[in-house]
């Protein structure tokens, strides 16, 4: 009975993990138009100049590249030329561009929970957005708030309320609290910072 139990809770946790993982990879933002445009013109650049070698070498020369004047040009040409400097500025170019393709993008989906690792479960922004705004506004003293989702990497939720209070106590507490309990019931998948920005009547 004992390891009955323990290999289900087992079970149980690696379908969460899962599910997790499916949930990250298919809400995550693909630049695949990015990708594809830098991928055509390096296999176009590298292309060409692996072909212009590779024919000559074999004695045909392609005569795809001015292989001759492209080098007298270099022997002629400074190092603080503007053409230079200009050229160097288009490989960083492409190397930030080849870098951002590279990095995951933006979720389009905030993930959930879930139990089954064959499923990917999400909501959008605007409806974790509106209900953790409707977690505030429930709180009693807050008179408005607006709550946003923040951050690639350090994830946290903020929010800027008012209150007609003149002494705001501990109602930042409160409204943190209210936050992640609402957080907490949605099963957000990725944990979250809550950081409340208050203010009160200060007549």
């Known amino acids: 009975m004992g390891e009955t139990l323990v290999t ?11 599910a997790g993982r499916l949930a990250l990879g298919e809400f995550r933002a693909r630049r695949t138009a990015l990708g594809i445009a830098v991928a055509l013109l390096v296999a176009g650049a590298t292309g060409t100049a692996a072909l212009e ?15 001759h004047r492209i080098a007298a ?37 905030v993930p959930l929970r879930g139990g089954d690792g064959d499923l990917a479960a999400g909501l959008s922004r605007a409806a974790v957005v509106r209900v ?4 505030v506004r429930a709180v ?19 929010v800027r309320a008012h209150t ?7 109602l930042p507490e409160l409204i943190r609290a209210a936050v992640g309990e609402r957080m907490e019931r949605l099963g957000l998948l990725q944990s979250r910072t809550v950081e409340v920005q208050l203010s009160w009547r200060r007549d």
């Open 8 to 18: 289900e809770l087992i079970e149980d946790v690696e379908a969460r993990q899962r």
């Open 53 to 67: 070698i590779l024919s000559r070498m074999a004695g045909w020369p392609a005569g795809l590249l001015p292989v």
């Open 73 to 109: 040009g270099l022997r002629a040409t400074a190092w603080h030329d503007r053409r230079v400097v200009a050229a160097g500025g288009l490989m960083l170019a492409a190397g930030v561009a080849l870098a951002a393709a590279a990095l995951p993008g933006r979720l389009r989906m």
């Open 132 to 135: 953790l705004d409707e977690a």
């Open 140 to 158: 009693p003293g807050v008179e408005r708030s607006r709550v946003r989702l923040r951050g690639l990497v350090h994830r946290r939720v903020e």
């Open 164 to 170: 007609g209070f003149r002494n705001a106590g501990n």
